[in-house]
């Protein structure tokens, strides 16, 4: 399995930017759907984005439309999370997590990821960003 690290995380002013990494070891994300969650204090995980990795196909919930941005490498070894316009809303721990796509339906894969990441079993350690206002 993929193993997954996440970085990029820190403290930022209201209005700024932020482009967190996803990365990759020992597999590449070609066979892989990746979601970025992020979870506030004393609130539940909750999925903003996801990509899958053979092709790219990009999922935005209603939530991360406008200001969120994923993207992945030609090298499919990491995946980023762009994010403008800070709001002092958006501090949280940032996770990124990854399900196989082999055999799978990919579509059907991320859907289930949003929907229930407490199956998820693929998981990086999370970063953190704190927004000041």
């Known amino acids: 399995d993929v193993q997954l690290q996440a970085s990029g995380g820190g403290l930022v002013q209201a209005g700024g930017s932020l482009r967190l990494s996803c990365a990759a070891s020992?597999?590449?994300?070609?066979?892989?759907?990746i979601v970025w969650f992020r979870q506030a204090p004393g609130k539940e995980r909750k999925g903003i984005i996801g990509?899958?990795?053979?092709?790219?196909?990009?999922y935005y919930t209603d939530s991360a439309k406008g200001r969120f941005t994923i993207s992945i490498n030609d090298a499919k070894n990491t995946v980023w999370l762009q994010v403008n316009g800070l709001k002092p809303e958006d501090t949280a721990v940032y996770y990124c997590?990854?399900?196989?796509?082999?055999?799978?339906?990919?579509?059907?894969?991320?859907?289930?990821?949003?929907?229930?990441?407490?199956?998820?079993?693929?998981w990086g350690q999370g970063t953190q960003v704190t927004v000041s206002s």
């Open positions: 020992g597999d590449t994300f070609d066979d892989y759907a």
């Open positions: 990509i899958i990795g053979r092709d790219g196909s990009e």
């Open positions: 997590a990854a399900e196989t796509t082999i055999r799978r339906d990919p579509e059907i894969t991320i859907g289930t990821m949003f929907r229930a990441p407490h199956a998820i079993g693929l």
